[in-house]
Nanobody, 118 residues
Framework: VQLQASGGGLVQAGGSLRLSCAAS????????MGWFRQAPGKEREFVAAISWTGGSTYYADSVKGRFTIFRDNAKNTVYLQMNSLKPEDTAVYYC????????????WGQGTQVTVSS
């Protein structure tokens, strides 16, 4: 199983980025997908999750209203649209796959760096 995250970069505060996570080696539509992030010196934290069909989504309070998670099962890809970025969003962002939303995540991607300058 491979989860390949991409789309990170350097952006100014108030800007936008879209992260992608391409999955292979698993039946993508059978997995809930999540995004997590880890800032320097901090623990990894939950950002957003989406159910198998995309019908249910969940967000951390810190990103609600600014970030949107969505998926394209035909492309085996999950996305994280990040708008109104803040310096505190700076972190390495990871995608992960779970057999059920709210459950333990079985597979993790390698991470993509997001840096928001003030």
């Amino acid at each position: 199983v491979q989860l390949q995250a991409s789309g990170g970069g350097l952006v100014q505060a108030g800007g936008s980025l879209r992260l992608s996570c391409a999955a292979s080696g698993l039946t993508f539509s059978n997995y809930a997908m999540g995004w997590f992030r880890q800032a320097p010196g901090k623990e990894r934290e939950f950002v957003a999750a989406i159910s198998w069909t995309g019908g249910s989504t969940y967000y951390a309070d810190s990103v609600k209203g600014r970030f949107t998670i969505f998926r394209d099962n035909a492309k085996n890809t999950v996305y994280l649209q990040m708008n109104s970025l803040k310096p505190e969003d700076t972190a390495v962002y990871y995608c992960a796959a779970a057999t059920m939303i709210g459950g333990e995540y079985d597979y993790w991607g390698q991470g993509t760096q997001v840096t928001v300058s003030s």
